[in-house]
């Protein structure tokens, strides 16, 4: 990407961060769109969530990934153009690619240039001689496709649960502007995690050694630095529950005190105890999920699990 368009798709990000958190901000009660938690540091302290021991999403997907990975190059066939919907580090993408037969090109879409970046990479080196497209968007809106892809069979990939930041009929929106956007007969494979005890939900979104509080207090310390915030991160502290009636984590920032700050201009007031709701991570039953896909046009083909019943990845079809 040259200099201008980064500059561009900087200030763009910029300011679509200051209307949603103005936005939220002023709601009752708080909120702040997730995706805002993923700036450098944030995706730095989320890598380190991933292989925290009480963090078991990361590295169940991935062994469901790598142990079923024959069963899944079958069930997806040849020749597949993949299209990752916020690929992260890539490794997922790149454990994926190394595994299909003859796939026809990998597309990385994040509203981040710096993260594509890294993402196609990694892919590079695991598929060599693979043309890796990457595609700066939101990918929770519509986008247009490389036309380089040409008639290749369209694959969607969307792991890490990220299906359960949504709300669910945020998440069916997604699905089917993910299905418009692929196009007709193509499929997705997706990662859900499952419904399980409260304790070994909530020690994975509030780790003994506080990382994941850092994570989620850094969201603030992004709102100081790209939209002339003044928050005092000490008179904040982080909060993860689970939600049983709704069956979702829920991470919030807890003000300490009754306070002020300063956003864009605009004075943001708190009461005590007053929360920011900044992350849901919604947990699925197989049938609640099979039924979601059903509600954006997809069929559920097939599903891979681990032993303990942990997490899930499904082939959807189109």
């Known amino acids: 990407m040259s200099g201008a368009l980064a500059r561009d798709a900087a200030a763009q990000q910029r300011a679509a961060l200051i209307a949603d958190a103005l936005a939220g901000l002023?709601?009752?009660?708080?909120?702040?769109?997730?995706?805002?938690?993923?700036?450098?540091?944030?995706?730095?302290?989320?890598?380190?969530?991933?292989?925290?021991?009480?963090?078991?999403?990361?590295?169940?997907?991935?062994?469901?990934?790598?142990?079923?990975?024959?069963?899944?190059?079958?069930?997806?066939?040849?020749?597949?153009?993949?299209?990752?919907?916020?690929?992260?580090?890539?490794?997922?993408?790149?454990?994926?690619?190394?595994?299909?037969?003859?796939?026809?090109?990998?597309?990385?879409?994040?509203?981040a240039p710096e993260w594509l970046e890294g993402a196609a990479s990694r892919v590079a080196v695991a598929r060599p001689g693979l043309p890796v497209l990457p595609v700066v968007a939101d990918f929770t809106q519509g986008f247009a496709l490389p036309k380089r892809l040409g008639a290749a069979p369209r694959l969607g990939f969307f792991p890490g649960s990220t299906i359960g930041n949504f709300e669910p009929a945020e998440a069916v929106a997604f699905l089917s502007r993910a299905h418009g956007t692929l196009g007709r007969g193509a499929r997705m494979l997706l990662g859900a995690d499952l419904v399980k005890e409260a304790a070994v939900l909530e020690a994975a979104y509030d780790d003994a050694a506080g990382v994941t509080a850092a994570f989620n207090l850094n969201l603030l310390r992004r709102l100081n630095r790209e939209a002339g915030a003044d928050f005092a991160l000490t008179a904040f502290r982080h909060r993860a529950v689970w939600n049983d009636r709704l069956e979702r984590i829920e991470m919030h920032l807890v003000s300490r005190q009754a306070q002020r700050a300063r956003l864009a201009g605009r004075e943001i007031r708190f009461a005590e105890g007053e929360t920011i709701h900044t992350e849901s991570s919604h947990k699925y039953r197989p049938d609640r999920l099979a039924a979601l896909a059903g509600a954006a046009g997809w069929r559920a083909a097939a599903m891979w699990t681990d032993p303990a019943g942990l997490f899930s990845v499904w082939l959807l079809e189109g």
Request: charged letters at 20%; glycine letters at 10%.
């Open 26 to 111: 002023s709601a009752h009660p708080k909120t702040l769109p997730c995706k805002w938690l993923y700036d450098a540091e944030g995706a730095r302290l989320f890598e380190e969530i991933t292989r925290l021991p009480e963090y078991y999403p990361t590295r169940t997907e991935t062994k469901i990934l790598t142990e079923q990975a024959a069963a899944i190059a079958a069930a997806i066939g040849p020749g597949a153009a993949v299209v990752e919907f916020g690929p992260g580090d890539g490794a997922k993408g790149a454990l994926l690619m190394a595994g299909l037969q003859d796939p026809a090109a990998y597309v990385p879409v994040d509203i």
